[in-house]
């Protein structure tokens, strides 16, 4: 009982201090018995899940799972962890200052094809254009860290999909407040904040999605751009192959009044990028509305190491080459998630809802526990890669009015 109010005391005081280290709060909570009440969902490593079999391709998701757990804690204790996270981002805020600029995409070069004739000549160039322009988009994000990617889906798949995630993220409110303990199936790693949320999506249409172009969105979408000839399909060919494993699928959702995010990266440090992750507008995004900043070239354990320092961060922060995804709708940002990165504030006034089509894919030379469980249903995990998805949408076209193509996989709820 001393134990745990000691772990409690320290907590509060933690939090109230503001130069106490995030990690050390966090680490607190985990451990204190008044504070921790994990309520765990687990998938089988090789079991049934919503009657498909995982494969067993990736045997450590059970402990990936297992990181996707629920705290609860007094409101007062919350609130007061939340302010002092606030206040922090508002320093950071001014450390960047006006440095920030428009994230711009690059400049495509024209890369010269290779013929194979002649004596000495080389071997020949068979790579699509697709493919050349992929190499040359991926030496972007090798030394940025971030890629800005235009026009990466049609103004009409955005606005289907944009409406469609409104209405999951309604649905997921109401069966949420019918049973709390099944949030985590639902949301992600924003689960409790202000106006914001990581809403997990299913890949089959809902029970009560009746409407015709609704049923078919999600395989519209995943079709125009990572099947054959996709946008970003070459691109993630090249940074993952076709064994880079799906590692997140959802929606990242603000609306006005959501705070500014503290700068982070999303996962301990690799040596080896070990997810390129997908941030796709279906709205343009303006500056009231919160667009995410992006601090170039900050993915190197050099740059880590003075995130790391509590005595360089803030001069890191302050010479930050920083960009803001002023997006219009239909474009993506695509980056390493060892980035580092912050949602700014949807303003009161002059913001609107600002939802982010979010998926990854994960690099399969980074082997183990990312540290990250990742935005995906529980029941999803470890179960697709790049290339099962162009499998399953290589005979499918958009108006087909085949709306299941991944029937087999169900809709990523364990025991919601």
Do not use: W
């Not at 470890?382 to 162009?390: F, Q, V």
């Amino acid at each position: 009982m001393m134990e745990t109010m000691h772990r409690v005391y320290l907590m509060i005081v933690c939090i109230k201090n503001t130069n106490v280290a995030l990690p050390l709060i966090l680490l607190l909570l985990v451990q204190s018995d008044a504070f921790s009440s994990r309520s765990t969902t687990s998938v089988p490593v090789n079991g049934a899940v919503n009657g498909a079999v995982n494969d067993g391709r990736f045997p450590l998701h059970a402990s990936r799972t297992a990181l996707r757990s629920s705290y609860s804690a007094t409101d007062l204790l919350y609130q007061d962890q939340q302010g002092a996270l606030a206040r922090r981002a508002a320093i950071e805020e001014e450390l960047l200052g006006r440095n920030s600029k428009p994230l711009k995409s690059p400049k495509a070069k024209k890369v010269p094809v290779k013929r194979g004739s002649g004596f000495g000549a080389g071997k020949q160039d068979n790579r699509t254009p697709a493919q050349r322009y992929a190499e040359q988009q991926a030496k972007v994000v090798k030394k940025d860290g971030v890629l800005r990617i235009d026009n990466a889906l049609s103004e009409e798949l955005c606005d289907r999909l944009r409406i469609h995630v409104l209405r999951q993220e309604e649905l997921a409110a109401e069966e949420t407040a019918k049973d709390v303990s099944v949030s985590t199936e639902y949301y992600g790693v924003e689960n409790r904040r202000k106006n914001r949320c990581d809403l997990l999506l299913s890949l089959i249409p809902a029970d009560d999605d009746t409407g015709g172009d609704d049923r078919n969105i999600i395989p519209d979408v995943l079709q125009q751009i990572l099947g054959a000839g996709g946008t970003l399909r070459s691109l993630y060919e090249t940074l993952v192959t076709n064994e880079g494993e799906f590692y997140e699928f959802a929606t990242v959702i603000t609306h006005p009044g959501s705070d500014r995010q503290q700068v982070h990266p999303d996962l301990p440090h690799r040596q080896e990028a070990p997810l390129y992750v997908i941030f796709l507008a279906l709205q343009d995004v303006t500056t009231e509305m919160g667009p995410t900043t992006f601090l170039l070239g900050t993915h190197t354990s050099e740059e880590r190491a003075k995130f790391d320092d509590h005595g360089r961060k803030d001069e890191q922060l302050k010479t930050a080459n920083s960009r803001l995804a002023l997006l219009n709708k239909g474009d993506a940002v695509l980056f390493d998630a060892r980035t580092l990165h912050c949602g700014n504030a949807n303003e009161e006034e002059g913001g609107a809802t600002r939802a982010m089509f979010n998926f990854s894919f994960r690099n399969p030379k980074e082997v183990g526990s990312l540290g990250y469980c990742g935005s995906m249903r529980p029941g999803y995990v470890g179960r697709l890669t790049l290339g099962d998805i162009g499998d399953i949408l290589a005979d499918y076209s958009p108006g087909d009015q085949n709306d299941m193509l991944f029937e087999r996989y169900g809709n990523g709820l364990v025991n919601a």
